[in-house]
């Protein structure tokens, strides 16, 4: 790899040409320049990656050169030395563009962990100009795929956001992909590097997910054979998204509020608590105003973690974008299962957008690896997609076969227990794919036919 180019401006001869001697024993090719307008001078013909330049200078001084290095296109890195250190010097350094400050004599061990973390900053900085360029030129955007307007309003958002510390919420229905844009959101942050980790929590069975979170002590209760790291520690410095929050217990939701508000972690059967420095993004296929007025949602919590919201639309909201998903799709899940399926059909594509999708990406997602799976050529054809695709949909008309019919003075609960055991019905009580049609998480149908009770064979069975 091609050494860094580092630029140091000092109008001390004796000064500048020693550092730069040492700057380049480090391995980074150097070039020095005599105050702020020759440095800008040499900025333009050498394009240097980052520039040191001292503070006092004749007719341009540092905070100035530091300025209009900020203002250029290529991002440049700005360090500033001063033989003045306080508090002040650092606050005006910042506010002129400057990555870091050093004080003189400078500290030649802190000048080599500034520029070490300074060149890893700038990788990051040019990796980001490639993402929003993806977004400009192919509708890919981080994880995530689209060229309609729907997804352009998203990754404008997202490319907002993700600089931030702001606590994310995520909603929009199953399956539309908001693990993706969270992980974008991390990728485009200044937590890139550090850990990402993603719990469901509907996915955790109640006794286990205050553990699974906070972590534990051993011997905190019954099985706990050893200390635990919660998803809080391991996410340390990065992202934690907790996805379907909505499910999360009321208590766990009361200690969640804590750490938030704290930003201190507790291991059950732990009396001390630890710093955490992690963002959260939480996830919900719920109307998050609903959950809250439901008691689904403690209302202080969802006010700390909505500070900026982000609805992913239902595919079916934006299918002028199915070609560039199917394409992304495929080329991930022939790297994955070692095939080169390299197109779809017109007629598939043609009932790819006939179809409503309920399951939306995901659901797309699934119906492409079964046919890359089966496709014995390179082309997916309708004979690859699943058997009696597209003939159910929860959006069936009374006309069809498993269409549910409702008459006036039936209740809302009534109606979705019909639309449930109906589903279930046509899914030969397949309860994964159930749930993906009806816009649910498995977690919530297993709780709705447990208040069914023992009617749900019966009713899945004749019909409801």
Request: hydrophobic content about 40%.
């Amino acid at each position: 790899m091609t050494p860094e180019k580092i630029l140091i401006v000092d109008d001390e001869e004796n000064e500048r040409a020693g550092l730069a001697e040492l700057v380049s024993s480090w391995g980074y090719r150097t070039e020095v320049a005599s105050d702020g307008l020759d440095g800008l001078d040499k900025v333009s013909s050498w394009n240097p990656a980052i520039v040191i330049t001292d503070l006092k200078m004749p007719r341009m001084d540092g905070l100035e050169l530091l300025r209009r290095l900020a203002e250029l296109p290529a991002p440049v890195i700005g360090i500033l030395m001063t033989a003045q250190g306080s508090g002040e010097v650092g606050f005006q350094a910042g506010h002129a563009g400057a990555y870091d400050y050093i004080e003189k004599p400078i500290n030649f061990t802190r000048l080599k962990a500034i520029l070490r973390n300074a060149t890893t900053h700038r990788s990051d900085q040019i990796e980001k100009e490639i993402l929003k360029e993806q977004l400009k030129n192919k509708g890919v955007f981080g994880h995530m795929v689209g060229s309609s307007k729907k997804m352009r309003e998203i990754f404008h958002l997202v490319e907002m956001v993700a600089p931030s510390s702001a606590s994310v919420l995520i909603t929009g229905e199953s399956g539309t992909g908001k693990e993706m844009v969270s992980r974008t959101i991390h990728d485009l942050s200044p937590r890139k590097g550090k850990p990402f980790v993603a719990i469901n929590c509907a996915a955790i069975p109640e006794t286990l997910i205050e553990s699974e979170i906070f972590g534990h002590e051993k011997g905190a209760f019954t099985g706990a054979m050893e200390r635990r790291a919660g998803c809080f520690e391991l996410a340390e410095g990065g992202t934690l998204l907790l996805d379907e929050i909505g499910e999360m217990p009321a208590g766990t939701q009361a200690k969640l509020l804590r750490v938030l508000e704290d930003r201190k972690v507790r291991r059950l059967g732990s009396k001390a608590e630890n710093s955490v420095d992690v963002r959260v993004i939480a996830a919900t296929n719920k109307v998050p105003e609903d959950a809250v007025a439901k008691g689904e949602l403690r209302q202080d919590l969802f006010y700390r973690l909505n500070v900026f919201n982000l609805h992913l639309p239902p595919l079916r909201d934006h299918k002028e974008d199915l070609e560039e998903l199917c394409k992304y799709l495929m080329s991930e899940l022939n790297a994955r299962h070692g095939r080169n399926v390299s197109l779809v059909s017109e007629a598939v594509m043609t009932a790819f957008r006939n179809y409503s999708w309920p399951g939306n990406v995901r659901e797309l997602r699934n119906t492409l690896e079964r046919a890359i799976i089966v496709c014995e050529g390179s082309i997916v054809e309708q004979r690859h997609l699943p058997p009696g695709f597209g003939q159910v949909t929860p959006r069936a008309s009374v006309q069809e076969p498993n269409a549910v019919r409702v008459g006036v003075g039936t209740t809302v609960e009534e109606a979705e227990r019909l639309l449930i055991l109906k589903t279930l019905e046509a899914t030969s009580n397949n309860k994964t794919r159930a749930a993906e049609i009806l816009g649910i998480n498995l977690k919530t149908l297993h709780n709705k036919l447990k208040e069914y009770g023992q009617a749900v064979a019966a009713d899945a069975t004749n019909g409801g």
